[in-house]
């Protein structure tokens, strides 16, 4: 199973950015799909988790700024990022869950916030 993230770029502080991950193969439905980032010289951190009962998890740090959603059908989550803040630069994995068929991690993509 690959998982494909898209949506990254550069953005001024306080904009808004929403990224997506499919996954490469549909024919089953992870338990729990999520994002994570890792800045320069940090270790990679949780962002946000959903299951698919809708069950959904946020960092303090972007709680009430960030939405995770999926779609189930097509193996596919989002993150809605807004109000954007520069400590929010880093890149971005999705990643995902399953009781059968193990963990798998995207490929990342970059978000750049400028002040």
């Known amino acids: 199973v690959q998982l494909q993230a898209s949506?990254?770029?550069?953005?001024?502080?306080?904009?808004?950015?929403?990224?997506?991950?499919?996954?490469?193969e549909t024919d089953f439905s992870f338990d729990v799909m999520g994002w994570y980032r890792q800045a320069p010289g940090k270790q990679r951190e949780p962002v946000a988790q959903i299951t698919n009962g809708g069950i959904t998890m946020y960092a303090f740090s972007v709680k009430d700024r960030f939405a995770i959603s999926r779609d189930g059908a097509n193996n596919t989550v989002y993150l809605q990022m807004n109000n954007l803040k520069p400590e929010d630069t880093a890149?971005?994995?999705?990643?995902?869950?399953s009781s059968t068929r193990?963990?798998?991690w995207g490929q990342g993509t970059q978000v750049t916030v400028s002040s």
């Open 102 to 104: 193990g963990n798998y």
């Open 7 to 24: 949506g990254g770029g550069l953005v001024q502080a306080g904009g808004s950015l929403r990224l997506s991950c499919a996954a490469s």
């Open 91 to 97: 890149v971005y994995y999705c990643s995902g869950s």
